[in-house]
């Protein structure tokens, strides 16, 4: 099992901007700011990598936006996946700490930072309710894709 110090120790050689709130949990704070909340929780024998993304919709498309998830996590999710915990929208993945190394942690961070940049303005278009501060920094983000010709 891996220990707290060595998961750190492994944050550190990634160049990672992150909080260590307590034991066992780290914040990420991606280098373009659109994932505020990327959050790794050690708890041997897993590790597991967890981020919210909105609040889950509440109008009449609420099952249209489910139906879309799950072929989110059918089609084009390699590791992880997105569920719904308390009325908001998560994506999460699991790995086992036992033989976890570096080149596993930094895979499964840029794999949900992959995935949300993806997929995000997809799930954003059935918002309805304003954006939090988290999705905001997502919105802008996009806005810098898009106007940078991405």
Known sequence: MRSNEEIEAFLLQLGADYQAPQEGMWIIHDEYEHLENIVIYNDPPVITFRCKLMAVPTSARRAEFCETLLRLNATEMVAGAYGIEDEHVVITDTLQSA??????????????????????????????????????????????LNSSGN
């Open 99 to 144: 033989n976890l190394d570096l080149n596993e942690l930094q895979a499964a961070v840029d794999g949900l930072s992959l995935a949300i940049s993806v997929h995000y303005p997809i799930l954003g278009e059935y918002r309805t309710e304003p954006p939090t501060s988290d999705e905001s920094a997502l919105d802008a983000f996009d806005e810098r």
